[in-house]
């Protein structure tokens, strides 16, 4: 991404799309690929796969991107209703020797391809609960799709019951990842300059290893953690990219992997 200001949009200047890298058709074909867009299929790429795929769906999507938010057509927090509403997934199906990796936006395919596998496999149920993303890499999807942020109450508050869902107990530690999320945000909120503020990244990097206990993310866990967000944002709406918006995200990857003919 660009650290400079946005430049104005030119007249007659286009946004690229999404019908104009995927072989999408409908509503979504028109729709700008926008930057939030990217973190999401970014995130679902790193949760399933174990990193972002070079020349693939995320990548595509990254670039273009980021040229429409240079140009000015979109801003770097925008999040379609393709993306936001009807998600985005990355799914892998085990045949011998291989797997067949599936990624989708809005229901529709915007990448399919093989990678080797070693020959002695697993069955799917196993592979597939393998796959299925827990509480602490979603909350270290944050670091990385909303790193840099400068962490608010709303975003302390999100982490906590995040915590509260992984481990099944109101008692939060004192050196778990919400301790040290409330403990930020108390100190930002006495700080002026949002350079000076300690940021997600800097809490979430490592949050897995800061729970005390984890879980395979469901979407009650996703709805808990969305509504306390939108509670303590004075806005009342979530940050895209944010804590709720990457469990939320989990949730739905989850659902696809573990019930993949639903």
Same mark, same amino acid.
């Given at each position: 991404?660009?650290?400079? @200001? ?33 973190? #999401?299929? @970014? ?15 995320? *990548?595509?999507? @990254? ?7 240079? *140009?000015? #057509? /979109?801003?770097?927090? !925008? #999040?379609?209703?393709? %993306?936001? !509403? ?19 936006? =809005? ?23 393998? =796959? ?8 270290? *999807?944050? %670091? ?8 608010? @109450?709303?975003?302390?508050? %999100? ?17 778990? /990842? ?15 300059? !949002? +350079? ?8 979430? %990097? ?18 808990? /953690? ?23 995200? *989990?949730?739905?990857?989850? +659902? ?7």
């Amino acid at each position: 991404m660009s650290q400079g @200001q946005p430049r104005r949009p030119q007249p007659g200047q286009e946004p690229i799309k999404y019908g104009d890298v995927f072989p999408v058709v409908g509503s979504l074909a028109d729709k700008p690929v926008a930057p939030q867009d990217a973190a #999401l299929m @970014q995130f679902a790429e790193s949760a399933v796969l174990g990193q972002t795929q070079k020349g693939g769906p995320a *990548a595509t999507m @990254q670039s273009a991107a980021t040229r429409n938010e240079r *140009a000015g #057509l /979109v801003g770097h927090t !925008d #999040l379609t209703d393709a %993306a936001g !509403d009807e998600g985005v997934t990355v799914t892998e199906t085990d045949v011998p020797g291989r797997r067949i990796i599936t990624e989708s936006v =809005a229901g529709q395919v915007v990448g399919e391809y093989v990678q080797p596998r070693p020959v002695s496999q697993m069955n799917p149920i196993v592979t597939a609960r393998q =796959a299925a993303i827990t509480i602490g890499e979603a909350l270290e *999807a944050t %670091a990385q799709s909303a790193g840099n942020k400068a962490l608010q @109450q709303s975003d302390a508050a %999100a982490i906590q019951a995040a915590e509260v869902r992984a481990t099944g107990s109101n008692i939060i530690s004192p050196i778990g /990842v919400a301790a040290a999320a409330q403990s930020a945000a108390s100190t930002n909120a006495g700080l002026t300059r !949002d +350079e000076d503020k300690i940021k997600l990244n800097d809490v979430l %990097a490592n949050a897995t290893a800061r729970l005390p206990a984890d879980k395979v993310v469901t979407r009650q866990d996703a709805e808990g /953690v969305m509504s306390v967000e939108l509670r303590n944002n004075p806005n009342m709406v979530i940050h895209p990219g944010g804590v709720a918006a990457s469990v939320a995200a *989990a949730a739905r990857l989850n +659902e696809n992997v573990m019930n993949p003919n639903q």
